[in-house]
C-alpha cells in the first residue's frame, strides 16, 4: 500500500534529519520505502511517500508512533492518502 503525505513546512533540514532518525522504527513496523521531496518552485511544499505491506501495518503505526514523530520532525500533514495496488 502506498501512502501519500502533503504539507508546508518551514524547517526542511529538521524534516529530513528525524526521517533518518526514524528508519530503524519505520522499518521494523513493516515501511518498506520512504521518500521526501520538496516543490521545485514552493519549496515549503513537501511531499511524502511510504509502502507499507497492508493498510493494518500502516494503521498499527500511524497509531502508535505516527503522531510523535511527526511532532519531532515539526509538520502536520494537510492531507494523508492511501493507494492499494491493483493487478494490472
Same mark, same amino acid.
Given at each position: *500500500?502506498?501512502?501519500?503525505?502533503? &504539507?508546508?513546512? @518551514?524547517?526542511?533540514?529538521k524534516? #529530513?534529519? &528525524?526521517? #533518518? /532518525? /526514524? %528508519?530503524? %522504527?519505520?522499518?521494523? *513496523? +513493516?515501511? &518498506?520505502?520512504?521518500? !521526501?521531496?520538496?516543490? #521545485?518552485?514552493? $519549496? %515549503? @511544499?513537501? =511531499? *511524502?511517500?511510504?509502502?507499507?505491506?497492508?493498510? !493494518?501495518?500502516? %494503521? !498499527?503505526?500511524?497509531?502508535?508512533? +505516527? $503522531?510523535?514523530?511527526? /511532532?519531532? !520532525?515539526?509538520?502536520?500533514?494537510?492531507? =494523508?492518502? &492511501?493507494?492499494?495496488e491493483?493487478?494490472?
Amino acid at each position: *500500500m502506498l501512502v501519500l503525505f502533503r &504539507t508546508r513546512g @518551514e524547517d526542511w533540514q529538521k524534516f #529530513r534529519d &528525524t526521517l #533518518r /532518525a /526514524a %528508519d530503524k %522504527d519505520l522499518r521494523e *513496523m +513493516g515501511c &518498506t520505502r520512504v521518500e !521526501a521531496y520538496r516543490n #521545485r518552485k514552493h $519549496p %515549503d @511544499e513537501w =511531499v *511524502m511517500l511510504q509502502d507499507w505491506p497492508d493498510k !493494518a501495518a500502516f %494503521d !498499527a503505526f500511524a497509531a502508535e508512533k +505516527g $503522531p510523535a514523530l511527526d /511532532a519531532r !520532525a515539526g509538520v502536520r500533514w494537510t492531507d =494523508v492518502s &492511501t493507494w492499494q495496488e491493483s493487478a494490472l
